[in-house]
């Protein structure tokens, strides 16, 4: 409020200046003032010297205040200009960070692969090896099988012969067996009957055993008897 008010007189004062200035000049025909006239000129001369100086005093500090309010706006304007680049490089930067740190991540994972690859070459060479050293084996191994092979088939022809022997030998064998058979047929018959002839006799034989003891309870008996009698007279 104090600052508008200093403005005021301020612009007040110049305008009186101004209407004094724009006063048109008085010619010399004018009659010449008394002292005292002279005197008020003067003091009012002066007066008008001062307000042009308190005028020029009060311009040159509204002129300073503008050049200051200006001074504080562009301060403001660049110190909000600066935060915003200063947060759009925080940004940048921040961006840059994460493009850095997926590019680290990207790249320890294509070393990851590169060892894995490097890893997985060095166990199919090794494969590749075993592979070659397992066919020479086996290509050894089937050389000896042919070999073996070419020996067996020899071996395979005199087994074939022995075969041949040893069919003609069974044949020979089950006609013996067969005749075996007739004869055990025939041996069997016989044997059966002796078993009835053996059963037969047995059994005659138990009914005399039994027939005999029968017997012998009988003359025991009457023995005892003929005895009791005898001793009883």
């Known amino acids: 409020m104090e600052d508008l008010s200093d403005d005021t007189t301020v612009f007040s004062t110049l305008k009186s200046f101004k209407s004094f200035m724009a006063q048109p000049e008085r ?10 006239d002279l005197g008020k000129l003067y003091t009012h001369q002066m007066e008008m010297e001062e307000s042009a100086k308190r005028i020029h005093s009060h311009t040159s500090l509204l002129q300073l205040s503008q050049e200051k309010q200006q001074m504080e706006m562009s301060h403001k304007r ?3 200009e600066l935060e915003k680049a200063a947060h759009s490089s925080c940004r940048d930067l921040q961006h840059e960070v994460d493009k850095n740190q997926d590019l680290q991540t990207r790249i320890r994972r294509l070393e990851d692969r590169e060892a894995e690859t490097g890893r997985s070459l060095t166990e199919q060479a090794e494969s590749q090896r075993q592979l070659k050293l397992k066919n020479d084996e086996l290509q050894k191994h089937l050389e000896e099988k042919d070999n073996s092979l070419t020996q067996a088939n020899q071996t395979v022809t005199c087994l074939k012969d022995e075969l041949r022997d040893l069919n003609q030998q069974l044949q020979t064998q089950h006609s013996r067996v067969n005749t075996l058979n007739l004869d055990k047929d025939s041996l069997q018959e016989q044997l059966d009957l002796q078993r009835k002839k053996f059963q037969e006799v047995s059994q005659r034989l138990q009914n005399v055993q039994t027939s005999q003891t029968s017997n012998e309870d009988s003359q025991l008996k009457i023995r005892v008897h003929a005895l009791t009698h005898t001793h009883s007279h």
């Open 27 to 36: 010619s010399a025909s004018v009659p010449t003032y008394g002292a005292s």
């Open 78 to 80: 660049a110190r909000i």
